[in-house]
């Protein structure tokens, strides 16, 4: 494994969570792009509120009396993936943990929960899944192997890589289509104008380009001029 930190965090349960997210948050990479009314908006490559949630279910939710092994935060450019030792608990299954709640340690619980860091009883993952969604990203992934509950988080790298590679597969792109699809999928709220901006192009140019991705099937504007996103069209071979 080509690994470039590897930090060990002990304590108190209460310790090992604040540093845990303190670190990962240090290791996120943020986008910086020009929004609306000409101001950059910063976004981070992973929703805090997904990946903190992965971390402190661990946590919360890990079999303590297994021995030998500890919960392990790995991160990838493309992922995050949280392994904590245990099954899921009680009658929580893969199938139903959006809607079914069992806490294996209720006082490790009720203590996260006064320092805030459990704030919905019940309602974490799924709340989970709607922000997935609504960002436009794929689902968090669980996986129950041997002793051990996996859980990954995923960022745009992927869904940008797989959409512009079909479409390379398919169409033959300019280097300047290909730059705004790159772009587009990160912030598909992006303006012509500002996507010029980025790219150092003229307004005239970008808007050529994506007429002519408009035309090759590519890509459409889904809303308004001002308040609309744009959606990259998948295509197959």
Do not use: C
Not at 95 to 111: E, L, T, Y
């Amino acid at each position: 494994m080509n690994v470039v930190k590897d930090k060990i965090f002990t304590g108190r349960i209460l310790d090992m969570v604040e540093k845990t997210l303190s670190f990962v948050r240090d290791q996120i990479k943020e986008h910086t792009y020009l929004g609306k009314e000409g101001k950059f908006v910063t976004t981070p490559e992973f929703l805090e509120f997904v990946w903190k949630e992965i971390i402190i279910n661990a946590a919360t939710h890990r079999d303590y009396s297994i021995k030998g092994t500890d919960i392990q935060v790995k991160m990838f450019d493309d992922r995050i993936v949280v392994e904590s030792p245990g099954n899921l608990p009680g009658i929580v299954r893969l199938n139903n943990m959006r809607q079914v709640h069992f806490s294996r340690n209720p006082k490790i619980a009720a203590f996260l929960h006064e320092y805030d860091y459990v704030q919905e009883f019940g309602e974490g993952v799924d709340r989970m899944y709607r922000e997935m969604e609504k960002a436009g990203l794929p689902a968090p992934e669980y996986k129950d192997v041997a002793f051990m509950l996996n859980a990954t988080i995923r960022n745009r790298i992927n869904v940008a890589e797989s959409v512009v590679d079909n479409v390379a597969d398919a169409i033959k792109l300019s280097s300047t289509e290909q730059a705004i699809l790159d772009h587009l999928q990160l912030s598909p709220e992006l303006s012509a104008k500002e996507l010029a901006a980025l790219l150092h192009k003229t307004s005239r140019t970008i808007q050529r380009n994506i007429n002519s991705l408009k035309e090759k099937g590519i890509l459409k504007r889904e809303g308004s001029d001002r308040r609309g996103r744009w959606i990259i069209l998948k295509q197959r071979r």
